[in-house]
């Protein structure tokens, strides 16, 4: 057998001791797998004394309080980044790779925003950025794409890609809880990130896909360029309509390759209830890809918590033990494609609007001459309820048209004197 392989483990909090329980539980079976030992002889944590529930799990290890100390120590093979953060998340793994070692990496908010630059740095040393765990916790969604779907050309991506916005939507949808509760509870079982914004403002999920789309489509995408909208505004009216009309609402993150540029973006959509993607619930993570050889493919599972991004995180250290060494876009960075990423106002689709409108004539007559006026043309319209001069809602579901008209044809409609709300307008995606 070669020699062991030395982990130091950044981070000992959901991950990284859900790390440490699986090379406790499965040390045997990794090393018939590698022919090697892995072994953790040296982490980092705010606190070394904090009790963990790991027992003896960690023996002997040395304790830094610093990551990037730890990714400097001798003592160590591989650089294991689970602290999450950009700044000294960043600094410890540029020490790891000048030092010329292999970095793995839980962090899609470093590679989203830094992914290029740490790459180049990378090829530069000739060390692998390992970063399975980064994206849909356990679906090892960046192995397929990077190896298991290599030959094909990819044209879409499409995901559920946070696991604790997709819990409070299921949870509201199902027993009717409060977006607070199911936050809270989604908190309680660790699946949220420390800033829970990141999760419900749809962040977290836009972070992943720019990670998806730079490997689907071999080019670095802008995080900044992707339009982000999260579920803050999603109400359980909405919910119950959207069942209504054979949807469910989720929160998604598309990633097309267009004519005129890539269309990426993350908000929440109507996707019909029996798609893959429409089976995706609670904590779980959905990913969808259409290949040109392949066609279309569908991968589910658990997308947070402990067990499910310690499996993806111990795939990379099994990569690293055995040797594999691919670019962290599958394409060396100096080959990287273009990435211009298309205004949202480009897309071109049904969409569905919520009104709150006074019960009263010629209300519905005025919201349909601004359609007509914008070239927005209505599939079906619903009004519930009667109450003659006080509130009542209107659904419309429109045909496909450029975002563009809809939202124009939005401004106008919020601005009649009989629309009491802000309208709400959720967009309609046709995902299989
Ligand atoms: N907070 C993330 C989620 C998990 O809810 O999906 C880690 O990516």
Known sequence: MTKPLRLGVAGLGTVGGGLVRLLTAHAGRLALRTGRTIEITAVSARDPKKDRGLGNA????????????????PGIDVFVELIGGETVAREAAEAAIAAGKPVVTANKALLAHHGRELAAKAEAAGVPICFEAAVAGGIPIVKALREGLSGNRIDAVYGILNGTSNYILTSMAESGASFEDALAEAQRLGYAEADPGFDVDGVDAAHKLTL??????GAAVDFN??????????????????????????LVGIAKATDDGLDVRVHPAMIAAESALGHVDGVFNGVVVQGDFVD??????RGAGAGPTASAVMADIVDVALGL??????????????ARVIP?????????????????????????????????????????GRAPG???????????????AMARALARIAALESVLERPTMIRIEEIK
């Open 225 to 250: 360029a992707v339009h982000v909208e999260g579920i803050r505004q999603i109400s359980a009216l909405d919910i119950a309509f959207a069942r209504e009309l054979g949807y469910r609402i989720k």
């Open 390 to 404: 006080e509130g009542v809602p209107v659904v419309i579901v429109t045909h496909e048209v450029q975002e563009a």
């Open 58 to 73: 960690l023996g002997n290890v040395t304790f830094h309080a610093d990551p990037v100390a730890l990714a400097k120590d």
């Open 344 to 384: 949202v106002t480009s897309r071109f689709g049904a969409s569905y609007m919520r009104l709150s409108v006074v019960d009263r004539p010629g209300v519905i007559a005025d919201i349909a001459a601004i359609l007509r006026d914008e070239q927005v043309s209505i599939e079906s319209l619903l009004q519930r």
């Open 296 to 301: 279309q493919m569908a991968f589910e599972g």
């Open 212 to 217: 998806l789309a730079s490997l689907a489509f």
């Open 325 to 338: 060494h691919l670019p962290l876009y599958g394409v060396p960075v100096a080959a990287l494609g273009g």
